[in-house]
């Protein structure tokens, strides 16, 4: 089945590494998103990319940096992360083709930094 | 930018009774409204979703109603059961070619058996 796959699925990092995060999927999809979930604040957006040649900033982008390499690959790296960046991180795709908007998650990275 | 609240953080229901989750949107301009589930340690999945030029649409046990005057729009669950139990967000867009999602912050529904 075509899916959306995250690397790692968990990690436990110490504050100032530098950590990359990884998301592929076989959709065919153009989009690609990264959000964090922390209890009571919901999903935020971190990037977002429209195609290969696209990288746009979402609400919470501070501390954060992306890469889109191909149409199926979107990293999200932690240049030097910090104990406030814990959190559950989803990948996400979506594609316009027939109108449709709906997103479709990554299983998910639980990153820790002590 | 678009800000999207939800009312209740948490709901218990018993069993078989209904489930209303609200939701509130501040951009006028927004017309896509969908609905995600999340359960325990799962990604979230869209469940239903509604478009402005709609005001209600309902799949099985579950239906959504819009509101664009008020500018709020609602989750009603029919006949709860336990596997309903789970994070429930809801988000907003504009749609088009740019669009982009904002979630409310979740609600966690309980379905007492």
């Known amino acids: 089945d075509a899916d959306v796959t995250q690397t790692p699925r968990n990690r436990i990092t110490k504050t100032g590494k530098r950590i990359m995060l990884e998301c592929s999927q076989t959709?065919?999809?153009?989009?690609m998103y990264w959000y964090r979930q922390d209890p009571g604040l919901g999903l935020r957006l971190i990037y977002y990319?429209?195609?290969?040649?696209?990288?746009n900033k979402g609400e919470i982008s501070d501390g954060y940096s992306v890469s889109r390499q191909a149409q199926a690959k979107f990293s999200l790296s932690l240049e030097s992360a910090i104990p406030n960046q814990t959190a559950l991180y989803f990948c996400a795709t979506s594609d316009l083709t027939g109108g449709g908007y709906e997103q479709y998650f990554g299983p998910g990275t639980r990153l820790t930094v002590t | 930018g678009e800000n999207v609240e939800q009312h209740p953080s948490t709901l218990s229901v018993q069993e078989g009774d209904s489930a209303v989750i609200k939701c509130t949107y501040s951009?006028?301009?927004?017309?896509?409204f969908p609905w995600y589930k999340q359960e325990l340690g799962k990604r979230p999945q869209l469940i239903i979703d509604?478009?402005?030029?709609?005001g209600e649409k309902k799949d099985q046990r579950i239906a959504v109603t819009l509101n664009k005057t008020a500018k709020h729009f609602s989750l009603h669950i029919t006949e709860t059961q336990p596997e309903d139990s789970a994070v429930y967000f809801c988000a907003a867009s504009k749609g088009g070619a740019n669009s982009k999602l904002t979630f409310g912050k979740g609600i966690t529904l309980s379905v007492r058996p």
């Open positions: 509604i478009r402005s030029n709609v």
């Open positions: 951009d006028s301009a927004s017309n896509y």
């Open positions: 959709k065919g999809h153009d989009r």
């Open positions: 990319s429209f195609d290969v040649k696209d990288i």
